[in-house]
């Protein structure tokens, strides 16, 4: 059973970076898209960005211009490079891969910008 592992997250603050990383443990054959949500607390997990097989990017409005996902195919890993972090970024957030059907989600990393 395929299992996502996430890393990377903790605590930074105002205007610091971060770098996640998520891959899994097991097999994936055939992924099409890697994704990046978060969730605050007291809110609903929303997606952040993602990337197709064939790096096509897009980014939700609030991240426009500071967070950056990219991914390497032969480790079948994604990557959420933050920067520019504001306190309205704090969540735990969550990488999800889909393809042939599969969905899979990591259990999620805290991130925490504060001063």
């Known amino acids: 059973q395929v299992q996502l592992v996430e890393s990377g997250g903790g605590l930074v603050q105002p205007g610091g970076s971060l770098r996640l990383s998520c ?3 097991g097999s994936i054959f055939s992924i099409d898209v890697m994704a990046w949500y978060r969730q605050a607390p007291g809110k609903q997990r ?3 960005t993602s990337i197709t097989s064939n ?3 897009r980014y939700a409005d ?3 211009g500071r967070f950056t996902i990219s991914r390497d195919n032969a ?3 994604v990557y959420l ?8 970024d704090t ?5 999800r891969i889909t393809g042939r059907g599969n969905d899979y989600w990591g259990p999620g990393t805290q991130v925490t910008v504060s001063s």
């Open 23 to 25: 891959a899994p443990r």
């Open 46 to 48: 929303d997606w952040v």
């Open 55 to 57: 790096d096509y990017t």
């Open 62 to 64: 609030s991240v426009k």
């Open 75 to 77: 480790k079948n890993t």
């Open 81 to 88: 490079q933050m920067n520019s972090l504001k306190p309205e």
């Open 91 to 95: 969540a735990v957030y969550y990488c």
